[in-house]
């Protein structure tokens, strides 16, 4: 579960997962979720707005990290949002909110497998009705 979010989440960066920083001893295994660099840079280059709720002058007890569309043709939910509890550490529960939104903005730009063969399968049909074959559960009606 841990190694799909980061792989998500490094899609989202444009990059490959598992992924690795240089330091200064060499390098270092790429990690949102455990290191406040990587988890600052990546809601950076990907537009990622971090708040600490509630906003006003009250006690924080949770993050909220948000891709908000801000185009013309968006609609309602378009965006993406994570409310993550603080609960004993903010700072992990702030890096987990980055990696999780990361993850969600890649996961819908990549079809999963079952959406990619549904659209495929519709596309099939529609060809074969074009050509006037109809086919019923693998088997050509005309033959």
Same mark, same amino acid.
């Not at 200064?24 to 990587?38: A, H, S, Y």
């Not at 700072?91 to 990549?110: D, F």
């Given at each position: 579960?841990? &190694? ?6 490094? /899609?989202?960066?444009? +990059? ?9 001893? !060499? ?8 290191? $406040?660099? $990587? ?5 950076? #280059? @990907? !537009? ?8 006003? &002058?009250? *006690?924080? =007890?949770?993050? @909220? ?5 801000? %185009? =013309?043709?968006? /609609?309602?939910? $378009? ?5 993550? *509890?603080?609960?004993? &550490? ?7 909110? @980055? ?14 497998? +079952? $959406? +990619? %063969? =549904? +659209? #495929?399968? %519709?596309? /099939? ?19």
């Amino acid at each position: 579960m841990q &190694d799909e979010l980061l792989m998500r989440a490094a /899609q989202a960066d444009g +990059h490959a997962y598992p992924w690795v920083m240089p330091n200064g001893l !060499g390098e270092r295994p790429w990690n949102p979720l455990t290191n $406040d660099e $990587d988890a600052l840079v990546l809601a950076v #280059r @990907i !537009g990622l707005q971090v708040t600490a709720y509630p906003m006003y &002058d009250e *006690p924080k =007890h949770s993050v @909220i990290v948000r891709k908000p569309v801000w %185009n =013309h043709d968006a /609609q309602e939910g $378009d965006g993406v949002e994570v409310v993550q *509890p603080y609960g004993t &550490d903010a700072l992990a529960a702030t890096r987990r909110a @980055i990696t999780m939104c990361a993850a969600e903005l890649a996961r819908r730009k990549t079809p999963n497998n +079952h $959406d +990619h %063969n =549904h +659209h #495929r399968a %519709n596309a /099939q049909a529609t060809r074969r009705a074009k050509s006037g074959t109809l086919e019923l559960f693998g088997e050509d009606a005309d033959a």
